[in-house]
């Protein structure tokens, strides 16, 4: 037995009757179409099937109901070709066992469903979208991951310097967390070289992606022919394909080059802007925001993660202009160099100042629970809980929606739940959307885990 949706229990096989997969009807013309064969087959060879077959039936059915031996006859034949069809197809697909066959059938199942949920726009860049599109590939495979591409620093960094490629390091992230085998790639695109003459430092992903980039022309191809590769839910975009680079003003006057330079300035920001001023967005960006159904700015680092994105004008316009939910994940924790003393309205007021509208946020998602044996750690770094001013949100008239977004740890260790923020969001989207109380989570993983 097996479970799918609202607790319902049904045997294994008889899940590929379930509507929505598409597959009844194929089995229905096959079924036709190998009939209709065997009867032409049987009429040259003249043995007269119809007749014989008739004549039969009417001697049974003088001694039997005519509807029980009819329905007997369409569901034995209906049965036996069934499991037939079924057995061949797993022997060609070397499933032999059930554990296979239960995930043959709940792939497909997943895809279906999934095609048809909501259509996402999740702009960012970082550990925090990566984090967030593991969990929102469980919601939907519309999803399209626009990621800053600022990235000055490392392995990226490197590659951008030598060979003049847009940072690989932020995209490499979000397609190992889009990935279907999500455990493999992602340490195969995140295994770091330790040593080797010019490898040391870099990691697999971004030589991947690089050479992709060489080979197909330019980086929006390779991520692309990737992410093909890879079977991924989604697509990954970056937000412009321009050598933008980063440029803070701190409010002492300081000018900070490099993504990497600004929190190490340990200064408060001013504002940022990019080098060069006015980069073209991405076609495919801009389209992807027009049709979204919801759009999720962070979490991330704002200034170096998610406020980059909206520098590039043409995707704040869009952001601020587009009829979707627009929901921003605050962070959790204050970010030494970046947000130090910030509180969930100085971030808000942060995105809205560098997007010059403030109808690029409608709702606010925040965190409304922190271990009582927060870690040493943290206040040793300067970091601290992002306090939630409720006023200050309120008369900026953007929405408050908080859950526990955070995974349980024993050591006190804040990181946001993938699985936690994927559901909030979709309980949230589906609460503004219909002003009801949503359906049950629509895949039973997500669901499962949080």
Request: charged share 25%; glycine share 8%.
């Amino acid at each position: 037995m097996k479970n799918f949706r609202n607790g319902m229990r049904i045997p294994k096989d008889a899940g590929w009757l379930m509507p929505g997969l598409q597959v009844k009807r194929w089995f229905a013309l096959i079924f036709i179409g190998a009939v209709m064969m065997a009867i032409g087959f049987l009429i040259l060879c003249d043995i007269k099937p119809v007749f014989y077959t008739m004549e039969f039936i009417r001697k049974v059915a003088t001694k039997v109901s005519t509807e029980w031996l009819a329905f007997t006859i369409i569901m034995f034949g209906a049965a036996v070709f069934f499991k037939g069809w079924q057995k061949t197809n797993l022997s060609i697909l070397d499933l032999q066992n059930d554990r296979e066959k239960e995930t043959l059938l709940e792939a497909l199942y997943r895809r279906r469903k999934l095609n048809r949920g909501p259509k996402i726009v999740a702009i960012g860049g970082g550990t925090g979208l990566s984090m967030l599109l593991k969990g929102i590939k469980h919601i939907t495979n519309n999803i399209t991951a626009v990621v800053t591409v600022g990235d000055d620093g490392g392995s990226s960094g490197r590659l951008r310097e030598d060979l003049g490629v847009l940072p690989p390091g932020d995209i490499r992230n979000c397609i190992a967390a889009l990935a279907d085998d999500e455990d493999l790639i992602t340490k195969l695109f995140q295994y770091r070289f330790k040593s080797g003459e010019g490898l040391e430092g870099h990691s697999f992903g971004n030589l991947f992606l690089t050479a992709l980039c060489a080979i197909t022309g330019d980086m929006v191809r390779a991520v692309k022919e990737s992410s093909n590769v890879l079977s991924i839910r989604g697509r990954v975009l970056p937000s412009t394909l321009d050598d933008m680079k980063l440029v803070a003003e701190m409010e002492d006057g300081r000018i900070i080059h490099g993504e990497s330079n600004i929190p190490e300035a340990h200064g408060k920001i001013k504002r940022l802007f990019t080098d060069p001023a006015h980069c073209k967005p991405l076609e495919d960006v801009i389209t992807a925001i027009k049709e979204a159904d919801i759009i999720i700015l962070g979490p991330g680092s704002l200034y170096t993660s998610v406020i980059p994105n909206l520098l590039v004008e043409e995707v704040a316009k869009e952001v601020a202009s587009s009829n979707a939910r627009k929901i921003y994940v605050c962070n959790i924790m204050t970010q030494p160099g970046e947000t130090d003393n910030y509180s969930v309205s100085d971030h808000l007021n942060a995105l809205m100042q560098h997007a010059n509208s403030t109808d690029i946020i409608d709702t606010v998602l925040v965190n409304d629970c922190i271990p009582g044996n927060l870690a040493n750690k943290y206040e040793m770094a300067g970091s601290y809980p992002v306090i939630i001013d409720y006023e200050n949100i309120k008369k900026s008239g953007i929405k408050i929606f908080s859950r526990k977004l955070i995974e349980d740890s024993k050591e006190g260790l804040v990181r946001h739940s993938s699985n936690r923020v994927a559901r909030a969001i979709y309980y949230w989207y589906k609460k503004e959307h219909k002003g009801t109380k949503p359906s049950i989570f629509p895949h039973k993983e997500l669901a499962a885990k949080g």
